[in-house]
């Protein structure tokens, strides 16, 4: 299941960001990456654990939890910290997939769902786009400035190369309450239903049953 969230961040909470990017130090984006994935990860990123990289996670991190698309759709559990990436001309990231878990001991995440929260107008940067492997067929994805793509971290998926402007984005893994992505995907289906249904009769008796195999397949697979 792939979800496309628009508007995740206020343009305010966009200007602070891109302000704060401005200053930030950078590091090569292959210290983060997985033996095999620094082969292909040609990109740069903010230095963990210091304050600009603090200040900018506190800021996708509140955008993440109040929007009701993302946590409807994922369901999360837990989350990695936030890395901030910036691809400039000729930069991309090869296919790969998503370190299953990420973290140390006591602090581990299994990687369900990974989240790119794009930070770059659209318009100003060519190539870049963000593409995901489904069933054998490749979507390329570039969203405007504040929007977030989520899909299953176990995808295929790469960056392709920059070729005039500056790529920013943020990320973050997921792991989620219900770690199948099929029935997540009937989840969030079921969840849409109910409010449609709410929104044409009210709380009516096909609303309580809807309502009631939601909340008792939520039950029957959720981990926490």
């Known amino acids: 299941m792939i979800i496309c969230a628009p ?3 206020t343009p305010e909470e966009l200007g602070v960001i891109r302000g704060e990017l401005q200053g930030a130090s950078f590091v090569d984006g292959a210290s983060t990456a997985g033996w095999s994935a620094r082969e292909v990860k040609k990109n740069l990123q903010v230095s963990i654990n210091t304050e600009s990289q ?6 996708v991190r509140g955008a993440f939890l109040r929007n009701a698309m993302l946590q409807t759709s994922i369901l999360p559990a837990a989350t990695t910290q936030v890395l901030f990436n910036r691809y400039d001309v000729g930069m991309q ?11 140390g001991l006591g602090s581990a995440v299994r990687t369900d769902v990974a989240i ?3 930070l770059s107008d659209a318009k100003s940067y060519a190539g870049g786009d963000l593409v995901v492997e489904s069933n054998g067929v490749e979507y390329g994805f570039k969203l405007e400035a504040g929007s977030a793509i989520a899909y299953p971290a176990n995808s295929l998926h790469h960056v392709t190369p920059v070729t005039q402007g500056v790529r920013h984005a943020a990320i973050i893994w997921v792991q989620s309450q219900v770690r199948d992505t099929a029935r997540r995907e009937l989840l969030w289906d079921l969840d849409n239903a109910k409010r449609q249904i709410f929104g044409r ?12 195999s939601h909340a008792n397949l939520l ?3 959720a981990e926490v």
């Open 93 to 103: 990231y090869g296919p790969h997939v998503d370190a299953p878990v990420m973290g």
């Open 54 to 59: 603090a200040r900018l996670q506190d800021i």
């Open 201 to 212: 009769e009210g709380k009516s008796a096909t609303f309580d049953v809807v309502s009631k």
């Open 116 to 118: 790119t929260l794009f």
């Open 219 to 221: 039950r029957m697979w």
């Open 7 to 9: 508007n995740v961040l």
